[in-house]
């Protein structure tokens, strides 16, 4: 096995490895073959994965635990963290508790590592994943969402509970009424997107940030290539003999934060374990502080005339 990945402690006492497989692909493959490939990262040496009700990879990901301690890789689940996230039409106070129920059922777990809030936003039960028009987001509820997640902690079913695309005012609204602050911001984060005063909030609160698609998810449904095929990017690695995706791991590491990085490919995944023996010079830290800033994903599509967010603006809290 790889060396150990490092892990950051949360507000929670919980430890969270700082490198986590992203689990969300499309097209979604058979449960047997994505069983396989997560059991070959728990074999690499990932013992964080990160997954969600909307990627329909839970299941997948409870059958590779199952056979991870079946053969012996693991001795315990503790030896693993797991993630999982709400979805927008369970987004209320009275849905929280059995939609966690539903993911540790698919899972098959009895608890999950961490589980957040995957957008702050609501969409009405029934409808199947982005399928959705300006009608069917409805006003989300913070306060009662949150208070929800809190039980779900206090119940034993959750380690942590955090949040994911939340901006600053969205967490300053949260934190007025928590009595359990969030252990995790998940957020789009890369050397495009530095999310520099997101990312000092969250260090003055305590929150751990969390960078989601780090590399652009450019084979998702909304990817891009722009990190991959950033000059500056490619220069560093060139120049580095490393990969892209390492560059930007280890940057994202030398932020302080964590990783989502998803990547099927055997040796990809060996790759991108491999950044904790070295470290970015501060002439290559600042040419990458330097390169032009955009956000990747807006997720134009919550964005409605006749629903709670009217711009971007308003769902991304001014820094769209």
Same mark, same amino acid.
């Given at each position: 096995?790889?060396?150990?990945?490092?892990?950051?402690?949360?507000?929670?006492?919980?430890?969270?490895?700082?490198?986590?497989?992203?689990?969300?692909?499309?097209?979604?493959?058979?449960?047997?073959?994505?069983?396989?490939?997560?059991?070959?990262?728990?074999?690499?040496?990932?013992?964080?994965?990160?997954?969600?009700?909307?990627? !329909? &990879?839970? *299941? #997948?990901?409870?059958?590779?635990?199952?056979?991870? +301690?079946?053969?012996? @890789?693991?001795? /315990?689940?503790?030896?693993?963290?797991?993630?999982?996230?709400?979805?927008?039409?369970?987004?209320?106070?009275?849905?929280?508790?059995?939609?966690?129920?539903?993911?540790?059922?698919?899972?098959?777990?009895?608890?999950?590592?961490?589980?957040?809030?995957?957008?702050?936003?609501?969409?009405?039960?029934?409808?199947?994943?982005?399928?959705?028009?300006?009608?069917?987001?409805?006003?989300?509820?913070?306060? !009662? &969402?949150? *208070? #929800?997640?809190?039980?779900?902690?206090?119940?034993? +079913?959750?380690?942590? @509970?955090?949040? /994911?695309?939340?901006?600053?005012?969205?967490?300053?609204?949260?934190?007025?009424?928590?009595?359990?602050?969030?252990?995790?911001?998940?957020?789009?984060?890369?050397?495009?997107?530095?999310?520099?005063?997101?990312?000092?909030?969250?260090?003055?609160?305590?929150?751990?940030?969390?960078?989601?698609?780090?590399?652009?998810?450019?084979?998702?449904?909304?990817?891009?290539?722009?990190?991959?095929?950033?000059?500056?990017?490619?220069?560093?690695?060139?120049?580095?003999?490393?990969?892209?995706?390492?560059?930007? @791991?280890?940057?994202?590491?030398?932020?302080?934060?964590?990783?989502?990085?998803?990547?099927?490919?055997?040796?990809?995944?060996?790759?991108?374990?491999?950044?904790?023996?070295?470290?970015?010079?501060?002439?290559?830290?600042?040419?990458?502080?330097?390169?032009?800033?955009?956000?990747?994903?807006?997720?134009?599509?919550?964005?409605?005339?006749?629903?709670?967010?009217?711009?971007?603006?308003?769902?991304?809290?001014?820094?769209?």
């Amino acid at each position: 096995m790889e060396e150990k990945v490092p892990q950051v402690v949360l507000n929670s006492g919980q430890k969270m490895p700082i490198i986590g497989l992203g689990t969300a692909t499309s097209p979604l493959p058979p449960n047997d073959v994505l069983a396989s490939i997560f059991l070959d990262a728990i074999e690499i040496g990932y013992r964080h994965f990160d997954t969600a009700a909307l990627y !329909g &990879t839970e *299941e #997948a990901l409870g059958q590779a635990v199952v056979k991870a +301690l079946e053969t012996g @890789i693991i001795k /315990s689940r503790d030896e693993l963290f797991i993630t999982s996230k709400l979805w927008n039409t369970d987004a209320h106070r009275d849905l929280v508790l059995p939609a966690l129920n539903t993911t540790l059922k698919k899972l098959g777990l009895v608890y999950v590592d961490l589980y957040l809030i995957h957008w702050p936003v609501r969409v009405k039960q029934g409808v199947e994943g982005f399928n959705f028009t300006g009608e069917d987001i409805i006003p989300f509820d913070i306060k !009662g &969402t949150w *208070e #929800a997640m809190e039980e779900c902690q206090r119940l034993g +079913l959750v380690k942590s @509970i955090g949040v /994911s695309n939340f901006g600053i005012k969205k967490l300053t609204q949260l934190l007025e009424n928590a009595t359990i602050p969030p252990a995790v911001n998940q957020v789009e984060m890369s050397p495009l997107w530095l999310q520099g005063k997101l990312r000092e909030f969250c260090k003055q609160k305590g929150i751990h940030a969390s960078a989601w698609s780090p590399l652009g998810g450019y084979k998702h449904f909304w990817g891009t290539r722009a990190v991959i095929e950033n000059p500056i990017l490619q220069d560093i690695a060139l120049a580095r003999k490393k990969s892209i995706a390492q560059i930007v @791991i280890r940057w994202i590491y030398e932020q302080g934060a964590s990783a989502i990085v998803k990547s099927f490919n055997k040796e990809r995944m060996k790759q991108n374990l491999e950044i904790f023996d070295w470290e970015l010079s501060q002439e290559e830290s600042e040419k990458i502080s330097q390169i032009p800033q955009c956000r990747q994903f807006r997720a134009e599509y919550f964005i409605s005339e006749i629903g709670p967010y009217k711009s971007l603006e308003e769902l991304w809290d001014d820094d769209p």
